[in-house]
């Protein structure tokens, strides 16, 4: 089993369930309200962790309860959170939720003690970029610190995953030629590179921009669509099963994390990507970020499961 790196955000989420998503300026009354852990790199080391991967994270708390709460909760699922950074006087970071009927979220994030995580603390973990084979990174801490860890891993000749959320207007064509893999949504795709996503001709031709900036696959989450992955070689498509979507937070994530660990057991991408449409899916049908991650057994079981459906 090769060893995952995952660095990001950290963030304590405020749920709040709602009939639908309010206009601005209007005034509408909340289901419920829950505290879950959440943060996009959290999320991904969380789920690395519960889908069987060998796991450190690398991130920045707050002294505070929210962040002893994230740390215990990673503790638990089997994270290596020995090398997280905890500053005094700075909140953890935190996210404010609204979840429609449908499922769908909009997410406002407050980013707290993330805005610190620097550059300066990723250069003092070096032996944790030595020891990993695969490093995923996202946009939810300072982007220098993203480009910084893209960087260094690329020089070690890792594995590197960027997803690229939320999407920024603009990354650096030196940063694309260091991703083995990028993991934007059409929406970030769009922000990314310009190309329409109207339709799956227009998605390919993104993703090709992509690959002549530099990158070696991009691989595009569809939601209920699935995913598309893109390279020199194919432009393939792969359909997820179908079920009743409670929630999307954390879907992605729980996608991202998944295709590291499957890369990191040493399957093939198309693997990968099905055994990650898998594990999004069975999140979906669940409330909350880290509390809607599956188990590894729950994935293989649902992947048995639809082979004797077939």
């Known amino acids: 089993m090769k060893k995952i790196l995952v660095i990001g955000s950290s963030n304590i989420d405020f749920v709040v369930n709602v009939q639908y998503m309010p206009a601005v300026g209007e005034t509408i009354i909340g289901n419920a309200l829950s505290k879950i852990p959440g943060g996009k790199g959290a999320n991904q080391a969380y789920a690395c962790a519960k889908l069987g991967g060998d796991i450190t994270f690398l991130s920045t708390l707050g002294d505070d309860d929210s962040g002893k709460l994230?740390?215990?909760?990673?503790?638990?699922?089997?994270?290596?959170?020995?090398?997280?950074?905890?500053?005094?006087?700075?909140?953890?970071?935190?996210?404010?939720?609204?979840?429609?009927?449908?499922?769908?979220?909009?997410?406002?994030v407050v980013s707290g003690a993330n805005g610190l995580c620097s550059a300066e603390y990723?250069?003092?973990?070096?032996?944790?970029?030595?020891?990993?084979?695969?490093?995923?990174?996202?946009?939810?801490?300072?982007?220098?610190?993203?480009?910084?860890?893209?960087?260094?891993?690329?020089?070690?000749?890792?594995?590197?995953?960027?997803?690229?959320?939320?999407?920024?207007?603009?990354?650096?064509?030196?940063?694309?030629?260091?991703?083995?893999?990028?993991?934007?949504?059409?929406?970030?795709?769009?922000?990314?590179t310009g190309y329409g996503i109207d339709s799956f001709e227009n998605i390919k031709e993104g993703c090709q921009a992509l690959l002549r900036k530099g990158v070696k696959n991009v691989l595009v989450t569809l939601g209920a669509r699935g995913a598309m992955l893109v390279n020199n070689n194919e432009a393939s498509i792969f359909a997820p099963p179908d079920i009743k979507v409670v929630d999307t937070t954390a879907a992605g994530d729980t996608f991202n994390a998944a295709i590291a660990v499957m890369l990191a057991e040493g399957r093939s991408y198309h693997d990968a990507i099905k055994f990650a449409n898998i594990a999004s899916t069975i999140a979906v049908s669940r409330k909350g970020a880290q509390t809607s991650v599956p188990a590894r057994q729950e994935v293989d079981n649902f992947s048995k499961q639809l082979k004797n459906e077939k």
Request: glycine share 4%.
């Open 70 to 108: 994230l740390i215990d909760n990673l503790s638990r699922a089997g994270v290596n959170t020995g090398l997280i950074s905890v500053l005094k006087d700075t909140p953890t970071g935190m996210a404010i939720i609204y979840i429609n009927k449908e499922g769908n979220n909009s997410i406002v």
């Open 122 to 192: 990723l250069k003092n973990q070096s032996e944790a970029f030595q020891e990993s084979d695969i490093m995923i990174v996202q946009m939810e801490i300072p982007y220098d610190s993203v480009y910084y860890a893209v960087e260094k891993a690329d020089k070690l000749g890792k594995t590197v995953i960027l997803n690229p959320a939320p999407a920024p207007d603009y990354i650096p064509d030196e940063i694309y030629s260091c991703i083995d893999i990028i993991t934007p949504n059409e929406t970030e795709l769009a922000r990314l």
